[in-house]
C-alpha cells in the first residue's frame, strides 16, 4: 500500500527540503505540498510553485487572503492582537494555512501530515493544535533529524533546488499581508544592530521626508475605508503597507518570551498593522465606555495570548471573541492618523457612536451646572481623608 503524506509547503529552504527527506528518510511514496497564499510577495508564492513541481509528486496553491483577513487579521484587530508588542502576523496565519493543509489531506485521503518547524520555535505547536486534531500521523522532518541550516543548504544544492538562502544571508523569513518576521544569522545575538538589509516593506524612519496624513474608517471594529475610499481589506492592507511604508512605520525589534520558555529575539515590520491597530484603540476610546475599555484590555490580552500560542480551537477563544465583537458593534468612525518618522498616531477621531459632548466638557459651557460637582467632590478620597486629619 502507497502512503500518501501532505506537507504545508511555503517554497522555503526547510519545507522544500523536507519533499526529498519524505521520501527518502521517512518511506513516503507520495509526498504532495500545499502552498497557501496568505499575501506573501507574488515572486515568492510563483517560486514556490516551480520548486514544487520540480519536487512533488502533487501540488496544490490555494488563494486563502481574502479568508485570512475576515477570519484571522480582522478579528486581531478587534481584540487589539499584541503580544508583548508583537502583532502576531505569523501566529494567526498558522492555523489557516494548517487547516487548508488538512481540508486536502481529508479530500485526498492521506495518510499522514507534514510541516516544516523545527523543534525551536512556536509554529510547531500552532500547526500541531490543528493537525493533531485529525487522526492522520504529524511528520516534522526538520524537528525529528535535528538539522542545521548549514546541511540544510548542501543537502538542498544536492538535489537540485536552488535556494536563495546563503552563509552570507542567512535570513529566516515568514511573511504574510498583516507583517513579515526576520530571524537567524547575526539577528541571533541580541546585541548586535539589525542591519538595513533585512527590512523589505519600511523604508529607514530616519530618511526624513515629510509626514502624510491618512483617515481609516472602521465599520463594527473593521477597516472599511482609506481616505474617503471604500475598499476591501486585502486591498487595504496592501495598500496601507505601501503608504505607511515609506515613513518607516512598523519596524519591531523586540526580545519575546515563546511558548516553550526560550527567549528569543524577533524583528517584524508590520506598518498597516501599526496604523490600524493604533487607529482602532484610538476610537475605542471615543465611543466604550470606561468599564468596557479596563475590561476589554483583560480580554484583549488573553485573546492575544491563545493566538500566540495557536490555541485557536480552545473553547475559550470562541468566547472571547463572543465578547470582542458585541464590544466592536459602536466601534464605527474614523480615524486621522499621522505617519511621520516611523510613527503612526492618531490626530483626530469622529464617531457616531462616540461617548462625547463636546457641549458638556467645553470651558465654556452653561450645560452642566459646575456646582453639582461639590457634593461628590466632598466623598471623594474620603477615607484617606479621614485618616489623615485623626
Ligand atoms: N516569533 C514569531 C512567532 O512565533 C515569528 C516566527 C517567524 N518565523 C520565521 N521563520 N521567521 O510568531
Redesign the pocket.
Known amino acids: 500500500m502507497s502512503e500518501v503524506i501532505v506537507l504545508a509547503y511555503s517554497g522555503g529552504l526547510d519545507t522544500s527540503v523536507c519533499v526529498p527527506l519524505l521520501r527518502e528518510r521517512y518511506g513516503f511514496d507520495k509526498v504532495i505540498t500545499v502552498l497557501t497564499d496568505v499575501g506573501q510577495p507574488k515572486e515568492d508564492i510563483e517560486r514556490g510553485n516551480e520548486r514544487a513541481k520540480n519536487l512533488s509528486d502533487e501540488h496544490y496553491v490555494i488563494d486563502a487572503r481574502e479568508e485570512f483577513v475576515e477570519g484571522y487579521i480582522f478579528p486581531a484587530i478587534k481584540a487589539n492582537g499584541s503580544y508583548e508588542g ?1 502583532v ?4 494567526i496565519a498558522r492555523p489557516l494555512i494548517a487547516r487548508k493543509t488538512v481540508e486536502i489531506a481529508e479530500k485526498l485521503g492521506a495518510d499522514a501530515l507534514g510541516h516544516g518547524c523545527t523543534g525551536r ?3 510547531q505547536l500552532r500547526f500541531e493544535a490543528i493537525f493533531r486534531a485529525t487522526n492522520m500521523r504529524v511528520v516534522a522532518p526538520m524537528r525529528d533529524l535535528d538539522l542545521s541550516r548549514e546541511w540544510e543548504i548542501d543537502y538542498a544544492r544536492d538535489h537540485g533546488i536552488d535556494v536563495p538562502v546563503t552563509r552570507e544571508r542567512p535570513w ?3 511573511e504574510n499581508l498583516w507583517s513579515r ?3 537567524g544569522g547575526l539577528l541571533e545575538d541580541p546585541f548586535s544592530e539589525p542591519p538595513e538589509e533585512i527590512y523589505a516593506w519600511t523604508k529607514s524612519p530616519e530618511r526624513g521626508i515629510p509626514p502624510a496624513k491618512v483617515e481609516i474608517e472602521f465599520r463594527e471594529g473593521v477597516p472599511v475605508a482609506l481616505d474617503g475610499e471604500k475598499m476591501g481589506g486585502v486591498e487595504l492592507i496592501e495598500r496601507l503597507n505601501k503608504i505607511a511604508g515609506e515613513h518607516g512605520v512598523g519596524r519591531t525589534d523586540m526580545i ?1 518570551d ?1 511558548v516553550l520558555g526560550l527567549k ?1 529575539r ?1 524583528n517584524y515590520e508590520h506598518p498597516a498593522a501599526t496604523v490600524l491597530l493604533n487607529a482602532h484603540s484610538d476610537l475605542e476610546r471615543l465611543v466604550l465606555s470606561r468599564a468596557e475599555l479596563r475590561f476589554k484590555a483583560m480580554v484583549d490580552e488573553a485573546w492575544s495570548e491563545l493566538a ?1 500560542m495557536g490555541l485557536v480551537n480552545d473553547p475559550l477563544y470562541a468566547d472571547l471573541c463572543a465578547f470582542v465583537d458585541e464590544s466592536q458593534k459602536r466601534v464605527n468612525g474614523v480615524v486621522k492618523m499621522k505617519l511621520s518618522s516611523g510613527r503612526a498616531f492618531s490626530v483626530g477621531r469622529k464617531s457616531p457612536d462616540a461617548i462625547y459632548d463636546q457641549e458638556m466638557v467645553s470651558f465654556d459651557s452653561q450645560t452642566l451646572s459646575q456646582r453639582d460637582a461639590e457634593g461628590f467632590a466632598k466623598y471623594h478620597g474620603f477615607q484617606a481623608r479621614f485618616l489623615q486629619k485623626r
Not at 502576531?88 to 501566529?91: E, K, M, P, V, Y
Open positions: 508583537y502576531l502576523g505569523t501566529a520555535g512556536n509554529d529566516s523569513i515568514d518576521s526576520i530571524e519575546e515563546r528569543a524577533e500566540y
